[in-house]
Every structure is written in C-alpha cells, then in structure tokens.
T-cell receptor, first 113, second 111 residues
Framework: NAGVMQNPRHLVRRRGQEARLRCSPMKGHSHVYWYRQLPEEGLKFMVY????????ESGMPKERFSAEFPKEGPSILRIQQVVRGDSAAYFC???????????FGDGTRLSIL | QKEVEQNSGPLSVPEGAIASLNCTYSDRGSQSFFWYRQYSGKSPELIMSIYSNGDKEDGRFTAQLNKASQYVSLLIRDSQPSDSATYLCASRNSGNTPLVFGKGTRLSVIA
C-alpha cells in the first residue's frame, strides 16, 4: 500500500538552473497539493491540482514556478532559474477529495548553491 | 488573511504525563481541523482529524474543538519520549480546499 511518493528526496541546484520535483499520489487519490516549508516555519500552500487541471495556484509565485498533473504520470512542480531563497523542503499531499484528510509524501529538500 | 496560531514551545513534559497542545484559528469559515506530527527532517504524519464541536478520542490522543472560541487542542495521555516531535495544527474551509497550517509546537517528553 504505497503512500505518496516524492522524488528526488534531495536535490541540489546552482543558481539559475531548473528544479523539477515529482509527486505520485496515493492510489485512488486524484487531488494533489504542493506545500513549501522553510526552516522553523509551518507549511505554506502553493498549488492544488486535479488530473490535468490547476484548481488553485494562489500560493505559488507568478514568476519562475509552474505545476502540472498530467493525465498519465506524476505531478510536477517546476522552478526555473532557481535562487537561494528557493531553498526549502517541498511537500506534496494527496487526498481522495470530499472531506477526506490529506496525506503527505516524504518531501524533496531543495538546496541552492 | 486566514491564520492558525500555535505556541512554538518547546513544551516539556515528563514521561507518563499529559501533554496539552493548543491552537487558535482566525477564519470562522473553517470546517475541518487536523493535527499532524512531524519529526525533524521528516514528513507530516496525520494524527487526528476533527470536524464537529466536542472531543474525539483515538488511543492516547484526544482532539477537542470549540468553534465558538475558534480553538482546537490535542491532548496526549501517558506521554512517551517517542512522542517528542513538532505538532502542526491545520484548518480547512471545505472538502477540497488547501490546509492552512500553524507554525507548530515542539513537544519534548523527558524520560
């Protein structure tokens, strides 16, 4: 019974490079949420997607960040031209929808050199 | 601005005691509330969910919700050193909306 799978667990990029973070939701879950966590901070919502649709991207910066959840394959969070301030833990959560709770993956720790 | 407030701690309790974690929220439209446990460097793990006023018990954990006071709490009975972690309180307006998290309370259970 696989949970939410995220990869890579750790990602190191130099300033100006692109970062791609992947998330496969739990089986049967069609709702995916991305959150960012800075050290000593709570999780901040970034974007909410269902298959092929972005439902709410109000927490995602307009520049350099994008997300998708294609019909086949994992959800991708893409950060272009990374800067030092992008260093954080990025968590993906999924749910069945309705009133069901969200379950989190192990996260991707992004470090920018 | 929707906010969830928690005391950052650390909250220190002796082994076997009751740990009481508190949380307040600003958005009266919040309908669902969740407690997650997060060990250092790990992912948040769902501990409890609560949707209606009153108490909800699950093993050593009891969640309490008071919507009139906009207050949520988590009690951990018979605290164990393995309960030492950061506890995140989260609220949600309706079924599919994103979670709003507090910054978490660090709990330390002393053996």
């Amino acid at each position: 019974n696989a949970g939410v799978m995220q990869n890579p667990r750790h990602l190191v990029r130099r300033r100006g490079q692109e970062a791609r973070l992947r998330c496969s939701p739990m089986k049967g879950h069609s709702h995916v949420y991305w959150y960012r966590q800075l050290p000593e901070e709570g999780l901040k919502f970034m974007v909410y997607l269902q298959k092929e649709n972005i439902i709410d991207e109000s927490g995602m910066p307009k520049e350099r960040f994008s997300a998708e959840f294609p019909k086949e394959g994992p959800s991708i969070l893409r950060i272009q031209q990374v800067v030092r301030g992008d260093s954080a833990a990025y968590f993906c959560a999924s749910s069945e929808g309705g009133n069901q709770p969200q379950h989190f993956g192990d996260g991707t720790r992004l470090s920018i050199l | 601005q929707k906010e969830v407030e928690q005391n950052s701690g650390p909250l220190s309790v002796p082994e076997g005691a009751i740990a009481s974690l508190n949380c307040t929220y600003s958005d009266r439209g919040s309908q669902s509330f969740f407690w997650y446990r997060q060990y250092s460097g790990k992912s948040p793990e769902l501990i409890m969910s609560i949707y209606s006023n009153g108490d909800k018990e699950d093993g050593r954990f009891t969640a309490q919700l008071n919507k009139a006071s906009q207050y949520v709490s988590l009690l951990i009975r018979d605290s164990q050193p393995s309960d030492s972690a950061t506890y995140l309180c989260a609220s949600r307006n309706s079924g599919n909306t994103p979670l709003v998290f507090g910054k978490g309370t660090r709990l330390s259970v002393i053996a």
